[in-house]
């Protein structure tokens, strides 16, 4: 799976202009040498609860075939107590995704493994390091970033802290798609719809296409004079996820396209765990020739 295949434009673009900040790379080697990296494993590590084939096994499950599918090595995963649905992935040396109670206890398997398929897109577009650098910067009492804003002083920090924030938005729309290569646009949406805070009696009832439209609505101001201020607005709020329904709007949006078709083709190849003895690549039971070096099947 290559990102390039499925990146969502506003990621690619806002992580262009992230990289164009000046001090960024001076950041980035600031967050190493404080250690940032080992203190949040650390409080991880000995906060939450390490699943695995031992540790409660049937949720653990779901992430290993996640990961293949996508061809990532499979990260650790945790488990926390909150009763808020949530998850989020960190880590550089040691990759892990945490997913707290409340997501366990109120989710469905189909959206279990949609949140999980999303973190596993942060993975493998590897956004972790950046969205960790995000988080910290969110977190306005962190030590981490009082030292750097201490160094750099907070005028020289403020384009980064915005690019920042925009980028981390528009990320979540790239990794919404992963989601969706792994379930379904209408599962993710759900699941969406779930982070909201929509009870079940809600959710059931709810019209998703019509939550869609507001989203269609929002991407229609793009074109409109207001844009730049609303932008500029939501640079300087703290606002890390765009909101629900615009990211109901741009997954179902992606679904129709012929790149994601394309993509869930190949996930189900590789589901299927069925090699050409010849070229070694994923194939198709019903396929009489291998589509990729021509031999005969069966
Ligand atoms: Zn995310
Ligand atoms: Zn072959």
Redesign the pocket.
Known sequence: MNPSNFIHPDDAAALQALKNIPIFPTVMEKLFQYGLDEIRWSENVTTNLRLSERQLPEIYKHLPPICHKLGIRIPELYLQTSPIPNAWTSGNNRVYIVVTLGLIRRFKDEELDAVLAHECGHILCQHVLYSMLADSIYNLGDFFVESIVGQIGSVAMKPLKQALVAWSRASELTADRVACLITSASTMTRVLARLEGMPKSILNDMDYEAWCAQGADYENLKNGNAWKKIIRYMANTDIDHPYGPVRAYEVNRWEGSSQCKQLKKQIKLIGSGKR?P????F?DEAWGF?K??G?KLN
């Open positions: 050409c010849k070229c070694g690549n194939i291998c990729n070096c031999n």
